[in-house]
């Protein structure tokens, strides 16, 4: 009996000092799994997402990008001479398309790259969000709902809102990156002045930054320090936190503000003013609609033009995916008067204001136009992760998640069965390129298309055409490409397969330039050639307009040309 008395002895000292080290090294081998299968993760998804991205045509918003950031790979970093759209994406996606073209070169590739690139990020950073402080089993859970929402982007139209050019959908990896930032790191002094330099640098590229981040952390804050003050325990250093967290916040627009002019004096680009405007009541209705099938459509949940049965299942899938996140932005509105979480809080109010403002804006135009509200949707996978598990252990829905997180792989190998698409106007750059005309005119839609698809051999620039004639292009265009001395414009370009927006007629080309030499057909194109510099024939200045394009009448017109569904 004593000898099992001392070896029971003997073995407490030994299991009390090997605990903390076994502690240590269990915390280690679990940081490394989750690392190690977050970089596997990462590849897998990234082939995926390149496959799906292909399955869209490059646009001229994308070949527009590649142009700029290949631009600033050779010098001209701040974009000199550039007329930029109202989003500039100079902090945003441009650095990564000058990453891209460094080792790519310049090609269409580089727009599905970026985008796959993107996207995977934006899953995964939405995974990592929605996984916060939890541990074990609890995070996992976060982590697989989060991911499982945006893990299966819809083939067409979805596609080419989410997986091909830089907009607003691409703005959510650096809004992701500052929530994290406000989620791990520690209640320091220098935290509020990190995430306000994070915000501050993510406003230049996108001011959709200041609406889904900046005001929402200033609201949260400010309900925590309100909390904080009617707790008597609470030793002050919350609410000088909370506070520091919302003056960083608010200080973030007007220095974004300052940073945009003072590139603009130092010669930098130029962005066009906004098109934002708020509609009469009576268009709201409307609106209501339009924003309802866009959200359907950002989910992968649209059943309109679903032909199939495997198409209708898909779009169930999505669905479920749709109203998980719809049950957790509840929850999170239902949270936001206590102040407990500003994730929480913040992600659920940046959601109603996006909406809201959509809504009621000038925005919707179709159901597919829906970059301006694209980031609801990590927002809204991220806060039913974050917000759904303890509610699902509860009514023991595991098995039924294990089978909708089946069925969205599912979803993803339906779309891996899509075919690619070659780039809009890859045809035309090699018939042109046979032909040796290596410079002339054409429209926005296949301009920039086109001088991507060539490498940057071919240059058709995009002018404004008008009844009164034509004028240098003051959209996504550098001032130098309508210069004379830069090259010989000798050729028109007239195609109709991307609407009357963009067509131009060749009696408009005619008026302007007199008779052509030579006028060639190929494919949708018609080519018209003659024998002087066209661009010495330019009217100017440019008119000022409203609109980045202008029809034949001088008229806007819609702002994004849609490609047809699956």
Known sequence: MESQVVFSHAQEPTRGTLSPLRRAMLGRRSVSLWIAGYLVAWLALFFCYLHISYTVNVSSDGASNALQA???????????????????????ELPEYVLVEAFRGLGPADVHVSAAVTYTLLVLLAGLLAKGRATGRAALLRVLIATGIMVAPEVGPGAFILLLAPDHTG??????????????????????????L?????????????????????????????????????????????????????ASVPAAVIAVKAISALGGYAVLRQRFGIMSPGSWWLNLRL?????LGLYGADFNGRSTRLFLFVAVIHFIGLGLAVWGLSRGIRQIKNGESIID??????????????????????????REIAVILPYGAVLAGRLLPGALAKRAMRPELITWAACYLFALIF??????????????????????????????????????????RIQL?????????????????????????TCDATFVVSTQQYGESFYVPPSMAIKAFGEPQATYRYAAYTIMTWPDNLLAHLRRPSPVTSSPWTVAAGLPVSRFWLPPGP
């Open 415 to 456: 779309a891996l069965t899509y075919p690619g698409r070659p780039a809009n106007d890859q045809d035309l750059a090699t018939w042109l390129s046979q032909h040796h005309m290596t410079c002339g005119l054409g429209s926005y839609a296949d301009g920039n298309t086109t001088a991507l698809d060539s490498g940057g």
């Open 198 to 250: 994070r915000l501050t640098w993510a406003t230049i590229g996108d001011t959709l930054v200041a609406l889904m981040a900046a005001l929402p952390n200033v609201v949260m804050c400010c309900i925590r320090v309100r909390r904080a003050a009617g707790q008597q325990h609470d030793p002050g250093r919350e609410r000088r936190y909370s506070i520091s967290l919302a003056i960083a916040a608010a």
């Open 70 to 92: 290949w631009d600033m790979l050779h010098g001209n970093l701040l974009l000199s001479g550039w007329a930029l759209s109202d989003v500039s994406f100079y902090t945003t």
């Open 291 to 295: 924003t309802a099938e866009g959200i």
């Open 461 to 485: 620039r995009a002018p404004i055409w008008t009844s009164r004639g034509v004028y240098p292009g003051a959209y996504e265009s550098k001032n130098a490409w309508f210069s004379p001395g």
């Open 345 to 370: 809080g913040a992600l659920s109010i940046a959601v109603v204001i996006n909406l809201l403002a959509y809504m009621c804006s000038n925005l919707p135009q179709t159901q597919w136009d829906t």
């Open 171 to 196: 703005t959510g990896v650096p809004l992701l990156v500052i929530w994290l930032l406000v989620e791990y790191c520690p209640r320091h002094p220098y935290t509020p002045v990190l995430v306000g």
